[in-house]
């Protein structure tokens, strides 16, 4: 059996495509993932085949990207899937398509006449009655909460099918398949998987879906932690955690986080990420790191500020650890909102919160209420949906 992964997007969308590629394996398929060039070192350590999937993302490693770079990059996606998944697919006996912007995985799969199957990593790329979609784009704002639910899924269709629909149509044609009329029904089918954790993520039953959710995908990670950052940790009392991931903050940020955590005598253990956030001093308190295994990480640390990505909400939550949430942009609000409603931290609705606000989110998170129910809650998160979607996908097909 072979399988054929299509993923878009930042470390956080990656990793977990690279969990259900590693669960696959072990059930003895054979999988390649089509993603973006930028990983292919973490690739590379798992030992999983990757088709690059277009040119690097902008504003990766080093290299600043603008709003403008970002949105070029979304333009020119369809024709990127369109001209590499095809060739990926060749031979395989199933597509799976892990993003909603996945435009052509479906086409590709009904072409070949093989099964596909569409994943989302948040409820909020699902339509529903009990929430809003999230922002299609990087920088694009929710839709007023006057307008209901309803409508707002209404006009989200309408943007996918501005955006895509006519180089979907086109492409279509060309492998001679009819058009189609909704782009994003087309892509997420009526039976999505939803690879979240149904006490972080859970799905409110709907009309329209038969959703089924397997938990979130996860890879193990065994790497110990550096030799430097182990003397850091054990040097004195649990430090505060701050990382913003692939987002493009300012180090703005780095200093009111740093700064917030010092009027609380608590030390500080800053991720540089894509944005390369800096130490504000050379006090001993304070220590900057790289990527490094943030299972384990976790697990040694008093709180977590971040910015809300489905992957560092999930770790978080594993580890059992309080979180700050800082939301940036698409479904990052919703994941702040369900750290909050579960009493196992605290929200800033500020993108660029100031130390007062940041302060007094952290107050909250470092209480021995909030350090209770992050401990409780870390007992419920489920660790098997990988494995969980790998034997529905084998199932499928044989």
Known sequence: MQVLLSTSGTRGDIEPALGLALQLRELGAQVRVCAPP??????TEL???LVPLGPPIPGSHRAKASMADLLD??????????DTIPTAAAGCDAVIATGITEIAARSVAEKLGIHYQYASYQPTSLPSPHHPPMPRRPGERPAPEAIGNQLQWEIDAQGWNAEYGEALDTR?????????????DHVITDRPWLAADPVLGPWPESP?????QTGAWIVPDERPLPAELEAFLDAGTPPVYIGFGSMPVRNHIARVAIEAIRAHNRRALLFRGWAELALIDDL????AVGEVNHQALFTRVAAVIHHGGAGTTTTAARAGVPQVVVPQMMDQSYWASRVA???????????????ASLSAALDMALTSTTRARAREVAGMIRADGATVAAKL????IG
């Open 341 to 355: 409603g579960l009493g196992i931290g605290t929200a800033c609705e500020d993108t660029v919160p100031d130390q």
């Open 172 to 184: 279509r044609a060309a492998l001679g398949l009819p058009s189609v009329g909704n782009v994003r």
């Open 208 to 212: 329209g879906l038969d959703v089924v």
């Open 73 to 82: 990059y979304a333009d020119q996606w369809p024709a990127v899937q369109f």
């Open 284 to 287: 001993s308190d304070c220590m």
């Open 38 to 43: 930028n990983f292919e070192r973490r690739f």
């Open 47 to 49: 030992g999983v085949p």
């Open 393 to 396: 996908l084998i199932d499928a």
